[in-house]
């Protein structure tokens, strides 16, 4: 499902962000991925959507290689990935409904099917009330869930979620982790760069760790590696 | 494209005026202010050029005959004169009737001063009135190649002037023109720039769930085109009330010029304007968002 | 103020023009665009006023004295009236230069009908050149007034319409300059008002760290300033090209309006053009971004 | 040093944000503050920096009646306050170390003093490297640490900190914490906002626990409370 070959991203400035990862995830596997602040799991996952390109290296994902495809695909290749961004990245001046509903717009859902999936959606990540709330009128938390249904909503066979916790209390972390993994059991491939290091120990699944734009550690079934 | 989705399109442009006041307000304005001017400037330039056209139409080239020309041959060349393509009119004046009108046009004050004689008598002539005041060296080139004219009298001076001031004014209302309308297009694809630069944030995000150019472009096409409309609408309502109303207050005001003047209907001024001015406004918002938006896709 | 907040101000303003770069180039476009209209708006009006003013110094009051009156008489009415306000320059025409003018000016091709005797010889007079047309009828009532004139001829006509002329023109002009510059703030305000609304967000946030209202400001008070500067300068530099080619290219292309047309020259245009314009554009520069910013201070 | 006295929050659209606080919190405490995500607590932090004013009840904060401080004076009010937003709040067309030296600009700090404060204090949230890179060059984690250094760098009297790890692994949560602690006994007063169970419940500081805009627990030495 998703392959890096010796991937490497340099920005601009400073030292590369990653540097020669290569990477094998098989279709519907469940993929934790920690790490210090900075070392590379955003890049990581902004390489996977082809919101940046690698400076060097071969990523194939759902069967597109990225480096060749073509500008004209890139909207039909972001169909199969549902994201949630690290700064959430919601349509401002759009409601909580609109910004999930946009998503399966894209995909051209009947109205009728959209108008069942969007609150269905929202009432699962436990925003049923808030659906007619502006980003801006929502806690952060709120947010990051309204982020959290939009890249669920269109059932998208790869699921990249980058922090999706972050401003979650624990309760509520854990029922969205719950969540994650039902849709993992119904066959999407899942992609979680998380901090919370009770989760990742308790769900044991695959945990690849990075620092300084490598992995150094990549255990079936693992859990958070402490250096101290 | 689903029907639902082109409906969708059609009311996201709309929304996204309502959701951007200040920017919608900003393009509406500028748009209208640039049209504004322009409709203005427009509406003086076309009755300038009326006015001096209409100037021209009263220049004449007179003609005085041989003083022992026969009747006959007068009309003869009254027929051969107006059948030349750049006379508009042509018109006998009698040796009496050229006399009574020097003396009120020429002497005024002095006209005591002359007997009951008429000094004129040799003075029978045709007025010719042309097309076109440029066009009056060519008429009197053929006028000297018939047989029985004595003297042509052309008004080389009067002529010249208008046809100098003509050609000026049309020169320089082209230029106001067009740097007006560079001006306005400029402007405009400036304050649809800003505006757009400040969703270039919600592009992208909308690029990143997987939405095509067309999708994203589609809503702020239709806005940049309905803010045109709007934008080019108002200041042409506004400037058909000022027009008529500041006619009225000239003529009403200047009585004397009112003889000189004669101003265009904003009827005939409209029928050009209102097309231009809503070619305009729509054609920027269209390419200025059109543009804009295509800086931003490249996500 | 610390000395080194002063200096971090100033720096500020200016590393705001180069941060927010495309507002800065929207900026100085709209503050340029609009001076330039006004500026070459401003020098056309100028020169019509000119030449209009021009065209009046020719017109004359002319005098005509009793048939039995002495030159001494002459002398003495002479003197009178060269001590009234309104008269700018008088001139002694006598009989034989009349009739010399009367036959060059005015027979034209009708003048070997007349024989070489004066039909004018009554007709010595006073040429009076007025400071301004519109006093014309206040210099009548006086001189009618006057013992041993017989007759006074006022050219009512073209006294008339040029003083009409004149003062349309004048309403015409300071409509049209009032419109350009209400047209001008409009839009520049409207693009200062974008511009900082783009920048509410970072106004907020200062304010929350506890910045005063004054330190927030003061950087964008002084790039509004700057901004209007550099808006207002460009223009004013290409116009004073454009305006010194064009007159050129008039004055060699239109040899025959020469006669009728005085310009003005860049230096008279500019000498007012200049601070009018630098004081449109660093006064909406300050304003606009000392209004707009004010709007988010807020917090 | 911060009192509320019957504090009510409502916004102009759902139910109250808060509803009813009392609370005391003396000069030289270290509190943290959790509960639900949207139970109130960025509400509470946003009304003690008096960016929000309360619908009903009286806040003082620091000596100063929040309900009587005039508009010319709350910026003197909030220099002796340091704030780390949920959302940032970074300046984001200035690099890091403009961002920092903001806060010091503001209380005029002499630029001599300036240039060795900002740096040590960058070094110390672990970002000297990265003082000339902008907001949108740094991972979350990274503007995170930016946002903190900016809250301490003036050493106020009263900190207030809205998740200031929800971005950070844990071993760079638990130096940030640290670093609180280090500050708290210098005598800032601290207030924290987090969701981090893990790091409350080994501090062992005042914890004060929201549920849907009431304070539902209270503890000196307290733990994070879990419904289940
Ligand atoms: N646009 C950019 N330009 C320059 N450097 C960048 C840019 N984006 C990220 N970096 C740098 O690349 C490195 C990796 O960033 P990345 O966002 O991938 O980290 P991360 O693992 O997601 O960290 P965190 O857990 O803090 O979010 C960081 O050192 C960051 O400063
Ligand atoms: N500007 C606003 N307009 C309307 N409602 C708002 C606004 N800001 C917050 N709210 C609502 O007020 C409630 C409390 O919000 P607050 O941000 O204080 O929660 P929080 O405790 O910080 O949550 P989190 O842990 O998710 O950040 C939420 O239900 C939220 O939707
Ligand atoms: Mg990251
Ligand atoms: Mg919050």
């Known amino acids: 499902m998703i392959i890096l070959e010796d991937v490497s991203k340099s920005y601009s400035t400073g030292a590369p962000a990653l540097n020669g990862i290569s990477l094998h995830i098989e279709p519907g596997e469940f993929v934790f991925i920690v790490g210090d ?156 760069v998380t901090h919370n290091r009770e989760i990742v120990n308790a769900m044991r699944k695959r945990v690849i760790t990075m620092k300084k734009g490598i992995i150094v550690s990549d255990e079936k079934k693992g859990g958070y590696i402490d250096e101290d | 494209m689903r029907i639902s989705t082109f409906g969708y399109t059609l009311k996201q442009g709309l929304k996204n005026i309502f959701r951007n006041k200040i920017f919608s307000l900003a393009t509406i304005a500028t748009i209208g202010a640039c049209v504004f001017l322009f409709g203005l400037f427009y509406s003086v330039v076309m009755n300038f050029q009326n006015i001096v056209k209409e100037a021209q139409s009263g220049i004449a080239v007179t003609v005085f005959f041989d003083e022992d020309i026969s009747d006959e041959r007068i009309r003869e060349i009254g027929d051969l004169i107006s059948l030349r393509a750049e006379v508009s009119n ?61 003297d042509i009298n052309k008004s080389v001076i009067v002529a010249n002037i208008l046809s100098s001031m003509n050609s000026l004014i049309s020169y320089v209302s082209i230029g106001i023109i067009f740097i007006l309308l560079a001006v306005s297009i400029f402007l405009i694809s400036n304050t649809v720039a800003i505006g757009i630069t400040v969703r270039k944030e919600e592009i992208s995000i909308m690029k990143l769930i997987g939405a095509t150019d067309f999708v994203v472009r589609s809503p702020f096409v239709i806005e940049g085109i309905l803010l045109g409309l709007v934008g080019a609408g108002i200041p042409l309502v506004a400037i058909y009330f000022i027009y008529n109303n500041v006619i009225e207050y000239v003529v009403g005001r200047f009585t004397i010029l009112d003889s000189l003047l004669t101003f265009l209907s904003a009827k005939t001024v409209f029928s050009t304007l209102v097309p231009i001015s809503i070619i305009m406004g729509v054609g920027i918002g269209f390419l200025g968002s059109f543009v804009t938006v295509r800086k931003h896709l490249k996500v």
């Open chain 1, 37 to 192: 602040s900075g070392s590379g799991k955003s890049t990581l996952i902004k390489l996977l959507l082809r919101e940046l390109t690698p400076t060097s290296g071969k990523i194939f994902v759902n069967k597109y290689d990225l480096s060749k495809l073509k500008r004209r695909k890139i909207p039909k290749f972001r169909r199969n990935i549902g994201v949630v961004f690290q700064d959430f990245r919601l349509l401002k001046d759009r409601n909580v409904y609109e910004n999930v509903a946009f998503a399966q717009r894209v995909i051209e859902v009947p109205p009728r099917e959209m108008r069942k999936n969007v609150p269905s959606m929202l009432s699962m990540v436990g925003l049923a009330e808030k659906y007619k709330a502006r980003p801006r009128e929502l806690s952060g938390g709120e947010q990051q869930r309204v982020a959290l249904a939009r890249a669920l909503v269109n059932k998208p066979p790869i699921l990249l979620a980058d922090e999706p916790t972050g401003n979650l209390d624990p309760k509520n972390s854990w029922e969205i982790m719950k969540l994650l993994e039902e849709i993992n059991k119904s066959g999407t491939t899942v992609l979680v």
């Open chain 2, 90 to 150: 042509i018109e006998f004046v009698s040796a009496d009737e050229a006399w009574e009108t020097f003396k009120r046009e020429e002497l005024g004050e002095y006209v005591e001063t002359f007997g009951d004689d008429n000094p004129l008598d040799t003075c029978a002539n045709f007025e010719i009135y042309l097309n076109d005041v440029s066009m009056q060296d060519a008429l009197v080139t053929y006028l000297e190649s018939i047989d029985g004219i004595r």
